[in-house]
Nanobody, 126 residues
Framework: VQLQACGGGLVQAGGSLRLSCAAS????????MGWFRQAPGKEREFVAAISWSGGGTYYADSVKGRFAISRDNAKNTVYLQMNSLKPEDAAVYYCASCHRRGSSYVYTVPQNYDYWGQGTQVTVSS
């Protein structure tokens, strides 16, 4: 599986961005997909995940109500709509695929993801 993330950029606080992650491979619809982020000097942290069908979505508390994850299995693409962006949202955002099934906690752990995209930079100016 190869993942290609895009859509990052510079935005003012309060603005919006939409990240996309395109996946190769025919079995995209079998995976849970997640978004993580990593700011300089910090560990990679969970942002959001979506189950293979799109019926289950999971969010970090810090982004609930502001971010929305979705997927289009016909296009092998997962999206992250980010609204009301804050300076603390600035980071490199990574998409990843998880081939495990389990509780929602499973999808918050980076080590449970098997393939990662290259990351896209999000910068939020105050």
């Amino acid at each position: 599986v190869q993942l290609q993330a895009c859509g990052g950029g510079l935005v003012q606080a309060g603005g919006s961005l939409r990240l996309s992650c395109a996946a190769s491979g025919r079995t995209f619809s079998s995976y849970t997909m997640g978004w993580f982020r990593q700011a300089p000097g910090k560990e990679r942290e969970f942002v959001a995940a979506i189950s293979w069908s799109g019926g289950g979505t999971y969010y970090a508390d810090s982004v609930k109500g502001r971010f929305a994850i979705s997927r289009d299995n016909a296009k092998n693409t997962v999206y992250l709509q980010m609204n009301s962006l804050k300076p603390e949202d600035a980071a490199v955002y990574y998409c990843a695929s998880c081939h495990r099934r389990g509780s929602s906690y499973v999808y918050t752990v980076p080590q449970n993801y098997d393939y990662w995209g290259q990351g896209t930079q999000v910068t939020v100016s105050s």
